[in-house]
């Protein structure tokens, strides 16, 4: 089906529902959804069990109702980790398949050619749980991204200026592994600036790419300068390997991990007593009920805990999308541009994950009631360039386990913003 021929059929949906019929009564047709995400290749342990996420929440749309009187249909396809199979197989999905809207991808080198080349050009609404990089806001501020892209995890700044924060309230000198990507590079920069700005030490500072069989040089390079801690800006599959060297080869087993790292599989690629008492930094899920239910319902349902990277908020990134399709008029990306921040209204009635709080909110739809999305991360609000705001996690590794430290507040992040400032 065409954009246009869905935006027809949820007209008629519409009309259906107007008359007392439900979806599945009203027509058989479905709204497709696309997501891109690594499946495969180094990011494939993390990028799985996220793009299963998404899936869950289509399920439990469907289970609720649908969307304007249809199922909506979950394409996903796999990145492979690398930008051009990303652009490839979101051009699919949007020449081909007339997806409306795009969940995705994780890495930031990833998910912006895919907006600058695909999504933005095309008129697609791009959603992302897991790209942190800063020019996607300024993007929206120079107006090319049009409004289409956003994001449920808070830009790079506040993760790297907490981690250069506890970095430099631990070791004065360290040395620095991190990614050659954008989501690397950015995060390395952000914590370089607040790590010295409190007085640390930088004394290497490596970029290694992605997928080798082995990172012996850049462990070398960072190790020879004998710093008191390593401090590693990677994804679980190539962190694991270059952790599992920097042991070997004698460095001191003190980390400061970025929040890709904190995963189970790293925990057991590595040896969790080799990571006794290493600390890290993620996006943070603030207590309250809709968290509570989103966890008892994951782990029902996966028979998992949801303590892997990216699972709470890519559960946000298609929730939001598919109220705004339900809210929206029709199925076109701009209509659903237009609606994602009316189904986060501050105003509206609070409504959480799950089936239940989907089947709510559409009954608040229909009904022309202002809706609040409450969810898996707890509430969310997007500013003028599609980011939002968000504590921060300290995390640990403890008795051989993940563990929370503490969650540095919004106000707490702005706190050392205006620190470094001065």
């Known amino acids: 089906m065409t954009t246009r021929t869905w935006a027809l059929a949820a007209t008629v949906a519409i009309a259906a529902l107007a008359t007392g019929t439900t979806g599945a009564q009203a027509q058989d047709c479905t709204i497709p959804l696309g997501a891109v995400f690594p499946l495969t290749g180094s990011n494939g342990p993390i990028g799985e069990p996220i793009a299963e996420t998404g899936r869950w929440a289509v399920e439990q749309m469907n289970e609720a109702g649908g969307v304007q009187g249809c199922e909506v249909e979950y394409l996903l396809r796999d990145t492979q980790g690398q930008s051009a199979v990303g652009v490839d197989a979101a051009r699919n999905l949007v020449d081909v398949q007339g997806v409306p809207a795009l969940l995705g991808a994780i890495s930031s080198g990833v998910s912006l050619p895919i907006l600058t080349s695909v999504t933005a050009p095309s008129e697609v609404v791009q959603v992302s749980?897991?790209?942190?990089?800063?020019?996607?806001t300024e993007l929206a501020e120079s107006g090319e991204s049009g409004g289409f892209f956003f994001r449920t995890l808070p830009t790079s700044r506040a993760q790297g200026v907490v981690l250069g924060n506890i970095a430099s309230q631990n070791y004065?000198?360290?040395?620095?592994?991190?990614?050659?990507?954008?989501?690397?590079?950015?995060?390395?920069q952000e914590f370089q600036e607040a790590y010295e700005a409190w007085g640390g030490t930088i004394l290497e500072s490596v970029a290694y790419n992605q997928e080798q069989a082995s990172y012996r040089p850049e462990v070398n390079s960072a190790l020879a300068a004998e710093p008191d801690a390593l401090v590693l800006i990677a994804f679980p599959v190539d962190g694991s390997t270059i952790l599992r060297e920097w042991i070997s080869f004698g460095g001191p087993q003190e980390f400061v991990l970025s929040n890709a790292l904190r995963s189970d599989d790293v925990l057991e690629a590595v040896g969790a007593q080799f990571l006794d008492g290493a600390l890290g930094v993620d996006n943070a899920q603030v207590s309250g009920p809709s968290v509570e239910a989103f966890n008892a319902d994951y782990q029902a349902a996966f028979d998992a805990d949801p303590n892997r990277p990216g699972i709470h908020i890519n559960y946000d990134a298609a929730a939001v999308t598919l109220l705004a399709m339900a809210a929206a008029p029709e199925a076109t990306g701009p209509a659903i541009r237009d609606h994602i921040r009316v189904v986060t209204n501050p105003e509206g009635e609070e409504v959480y994950p799950g089936v239940d709080g989907f089947s709510r909110a559409l009954e608040l739809i229909e009904a022309g009631e202002p809706i609040r999305y409450v969810g898996a991360s707890g509430p969310i609000s997007f500013d003028e360039n599609g980011d939002v705001a968000g504590p921060v996690l300290i995390w640990t590794v403890t008795n051989g386990a993940l563990a929370e430290d503490r969650v540095?507040?919004?106000?707490?992040?702005?706190?050392?913003?205006?620190?470094?400032?001065?």
């Open 408 to 422: 540095i507040t919004v106000d707490e992040v702005n706190a050392l913003f205006d620190e470094l400032a001065q």
């Open 129 to 136: 749980c897991c790209s942190s990089s800063p020019s996607f």
């Open 172 to 188: 004065d000198e360290v040395s620095v592994i991190y990614i050659n990507t954008d989501y690397g590079v950015n995060l390395a």
